[in-house]
Each structure stands twice: as structure tokens, then as C-alpha cells.
């Protein structure tokens, strides 16, 4: 019993000190988003540009044939035991609200957060960021502020596009085997839609873009003994992804809708 309460203690311990680190991470790269210094401003525009389209431009082939399937599946689903009147406002709460975010951001865990922590892990133990640093590089302006910038930004434009063709692409293949008025379905949307679905929707892009990027990030650093610790630091960042993403959903929905 002992050894397992020590053993529990230890654990909660190691947690707190993986937040802790986190924050502190997540604070730094905000200060330097807030300074902004002058010196290589092109440069870290440059890595934003980069980054964007690595997570966003390179993965619309991924993220529309998902919001298709998944946007015609839900609406013959809901057209079959839901009225039709009922029909906008279940699409609004689930696809826009719910399983756009969500979907989106596993599909940036599965390519972006788990490049990223790959490319912090082999960058820390192949010591480059100390030679960046002993250079007067800071890591902080070319590796950090633009990864946060580029996912962030990714996911707010991912998360749109997928919104969008969930409802307009999937009613569509929808409507092409059934014979659900499309008129009457879009009006339905525009009466169900809100600001705060709305502000919802961007704010779960806010959070899981930052989010996402701290943990993977803090998982690449701490790499610290060889190449082999990284798909085990790879694996457990994709997975405090997933979770932190579902906390952060579950957070947002309890906080404005209970």
C-alpha cells in the first residue's frame, strides 16, 4: 500500500511539473509574440508562411473528403429520425459546433504536432538548438513563435473550410439520394447558426492551436538521452494532444451551453 501511495505521489509530482513546464514554455513564446523584436522579422514570416501551408494547404486533401463523408453521413442520418425542422439546428450543434473543431484538430495531432515534436526531438538530441543558441540565434524567434503562429492560424482556416463543406458538400451528396428540400435545409442553418456558435468555433481554434503546439514542443524538448526516446516522446505528445483537445472541448461546452 505504501509503495503505491509513493508510487502515486510520484506521479502526480511529475505531472505537475509537465505543466508547469508547459506554462512556462507557453509564457515565453507569448512574450516573444508580444515583443515581436525587429531582427528577422522576414525570417520568421518566412518559417509562418511555410508552416501554414505545411499544416493547412497540405492537408485540405484530408480534411474535405473527411467533411464530406462525414457531413453526408450525419445529415441522412438526422434527416431520417429528426424533424425538419430540427434538421438545421442538430447540423449546427454537432458538425459546425462539435465534430468540425474536433476532427480538425486530430487530423493537425496526426501530421503537424507529431512533425513537430519529431523535429524538436532530433533537433535536441543532434544539439542544433544549442548551436543556434551559441550562434545568438534565439530558438524562440525561428523554431517556437512561428510553429504557435503557423498551427494557430492553420486550424482557425481548417476548421472553417470544414465547417463549411461538411454542411454545404455533405447536404449536397445528401440531397442527390434523398429528396430533402435544399432551400428549406439552408434556411434552416442560417435560423440556427448564432454569434456563439461563431465564437465558439474560433475560440476552439485559439486554444487548439496553442495548445497543441506547447505540448508538442515541450514533448521534442525533453528528449534528452538519444534518437530512440523520440517516437516514445512522439506518441505520448500525439496523445496529451488528443486529451488536452477533448478538455478543452468539454471546458468550452460546459462553460457556455450548461
Request: aromatic share 10%; net charge positive; proline share 3%.
Amino acid at each position: 500500500m505504501r509503495d503505491y501511495v509513493g508510487q502515486l505521489g510520484r506521479q502526480t509530482v511529475e505531472r505537475l511539473n509537465r505543466y508547469a513546464d508547459q506554462s512556462a514554455l507557453f509564457y515565453r513564446i507569448l512574450r516573444q509574440i508580444i515583443v515581436n523584436p525587429r531582427a528577422g522579422r522576414r525570417l520568421r514570416l518566412r518559417i509562418v508562411v511555410e508552416q501554414i501551408y505545411f499544416t493547412a494547404v497540405e492537408a485540405l486533401w484530408i480534411v474535405i473528403p473527411i467533411s464530406l463523408l462525414l457531413g453526408s453521413m450525419m445529415i441522412l442520418q438526422f434527416a431520417g429520425i429528426s424533424a425538419q425542422h430540427d434538421l438545421g439546428r442538430i447540423t449546427v450543434a454537432l458538425l459546425i459546433r462539435e465534430f468540425g473543431p474536433l476532427v480538425t484538430a486530430l487530423v493537425v495531432i496526426l501530421r503537424s504536432a507529431t512533425a513537430v515534436t519529431i523535429e524538436t526531438g532530433y533537433m535536441k538530441v543532434l544539439r542544433e538548438i544549442e548551436a543556434l543558441e551559441l550562434q545568438g540565434v534565439d530558438p524562440l524567434d525561428i523554431l517556437y513563435v512561428p510553429r504557435m503562429i503557423g498551427i494557430t492560424v492553420s486550424l482557425f482556416c481548417l476548421i472553417t473550410i470544414f465547417c463549411i463543406t461538411s454542411v454545404l458538400g455533405g447536404y449536397a451528396i445528401a440531397w442527390a439520394l434523398t429528396t430533402l428540400p435544399l432551400q428549406n435545409f439552408l434556411a434552416q442553418i442560417g435560423k440556427a447558426i448564432e454569434g456563439l456558435d461563431i465564437a465558439m468555433v474560433a475560440l476552439k481554434a485559439l486554444f487548439f492551436g496553442v495548445g497543441i503546439t506547447v505540448i508538442s514542443l515541450h514533448y521534442g524538448l525533453a528528449v534528452q538521452r538519444g534518437i530512440t526516446e523520440v517516437p516514445v516522446a512522439t506518441s505520448r505528445g500525439a496523445v496529451a494532444c488528443l486529451f488536452y483537445c477533448l478538455a478543452v472541448n468539454f471546458a468550452l461546452f460546459a462553460a457556455f451551453f450548461l
